[in-house]
């Protein structure tokens, strides 16, 4: 089945650090790839998607690469700030099957510090 | 102005009573979801709609049902609840026409219900 795997947090980071986060899954064929972000009290909001193999999906400063080759899908910022502050998930659609449900790693809390 | 909206927002109740919770978009999208986040912030499927087509979690108790009046509304109904049934629930929806579409979509999801079960 589909599953996907997300650097176990919490992530602790002053503000302007660099940050990374790893995301690798498992599939066949060629998923969709996501990374949605979960603010305090909220709920989740699109951040990034890459839909085929070597695209780089961005926003708000933040990059991920779709690599087909490692299967990975590794979240990056190169400065954050403290309103980062929050829960990142990797998460998958697939490319077939009956239903087009998507599939979530296990969350990564990050905390950005002044 | 809300996209998906949920209610409501806190949800306190006994074990063994029957509760709803109101979903809707305004988005005009085709596609409803349901999902379970429990105290590690672990998200998991447990129904898609569209069109009146069912898709359920294998693992989602029979105690769990989605009500669909229309398109714009997914209401999840809960009978006999557990200790275990404590979690925050959230609804999404997206513009999939159908389940055999790309997957493509983004989904956008309500601000969540915190049910506590005592």
């Known amino acids: 089945g589909n599953s996907v795997t997300q650097m176990e947090g919490p992530v602790t980071l002053s503000e302007e650090a660099f940050l990374t986060i790893n995301c690798t899954y498992t599939?066949?064929?060629?998923?969709?790839l996501f990374w949605y972000v979960q603010y305090p009290g909220e709920g989740l909001q699109l951040l990034l998607k890459?839909?085929?193999?070597?695209d780089k999906g961005s926003n708000k400063g933040f990059e991920a690469t779709y690599r087909k080759e490692t299967t990975s899908f590794h979240l990056e910022k190169g400065s954050v700030q403290v309103s980062d502050s929050a829960v990142y998930f990797c998460a998958l659609s697939p490319s077939s099957g009956s239903a087009r449900q998507l599939t979530f790693g296990s969350g990564t809390q990050l905390t950005v510090l002044p | 102005d809300t996209a998906v909206s949920q209610t409501p927002k806190y949800l306190v109740t006994q074990m063994g009573n029957d509760k709803s919770i109101k979903c809707e978009q305004n988005l005009g999208h085709d596609t409803m979801y349901w999902y379970k986040q429990d105290s590690k912030k672990f998200l998991k499927i447990m129904f898609s709609y569209n069109n009146k087509e069912l898709i359920i979690n294998e693992t989602v108790p029979n105690r769990f049902s989605p009500k669909s009046p229309d398109k714009a509304h997914l209401n999840l109904h809960i009978n006999s609840l557990e200790l275990g049934d404590s979690a925050v629930y959230f609804c999404?929806?997206?513009?999939?026409?159908?389940?055999?579409?790309?997957?493509?979509?983004?989904?956008?999801f309500g601000p969540g219900t915190r049910l506590t079960v005592l």
């Open positions: 999404a929806s997206s513009q999939e026409k159908s389940f055999r579409t790309s997957g493509r979509n983004e989904q956008f």
């Open positions: 890459a839909t085929k193999a070597d």
């Open positions: 599939a066949t064929g060629y998923p969709s």
